[in-house]
């Protein structure tokens, strides 16, 4: 059997996800080419490349609290210390690789606006969790406090 010769991309030349799914599902009856669909989509996501990274917020003890209320179903979660001290060390690691985007002039030149965007996105929840425990929190009242103190 010849195979066809893979392009610099890595694909065989000649095929595209369709005509793959159409050829694959040939045979099948209509709900076994809608679950083959559901396989092809769900194996190019996370849930489909590393399962364990997509499943680990589920233990989480506040979203287990919501999925318990929600579905009348309890997981099993992770101590509230752990998760406190996970919290500390993300924002840790939210706070060294900025700087070594900004500070190594390598990694600076291959830093783009997507990484930047990337960052951002996987440390806003973190930083708003924290908030509500840090000075952080009194930032949206200076702006009153400065009002009541010259009023005074």
């Not at 989480?60 to 009348?72: M, Q």
């Amino acid at each position: 059997m010849v195979r066809p010769e893979r392009p610099a991309g890595g694909r065989p030349t000649g095929g595209n996800g369709r005509c793959d799914r159409a050829f694959l599902g040939r045979g099948r009856s209509a709900p076994g080419r809608l679950l083959l669909g559901i396989k092809l989509r769900i194996r190019n996501t996370i849930l489909g490349s590393n399962p364990v990274m997509a499943a680990r917020p589920c233990f989480f003890p506040a979203l287990n609290t919501l999925f318990d209320l929600t579905f009348r179903v309890s997981l099993p979660s992770l101590p509230e210390r752990f998760v406190d001290w996970f919290t500390v060390v993300l924002l840790g690691a939210g706070g060294f690789f900025p700087l070594r985007r900004l500070l190594i002039p390598r990694v600076r030149a291959l830093t783009t606006a997507r990484d930047w965007l990337v960052l951002a996105l996987v440390m806003a929840p973190f930083v708003i969790a924290a908030i509500p425990f840090t000075a952080i929190g009194h930032m949206p009242f200076i702006l009153f406090a400065r009002f009541f103190t010259s009023g005074e």
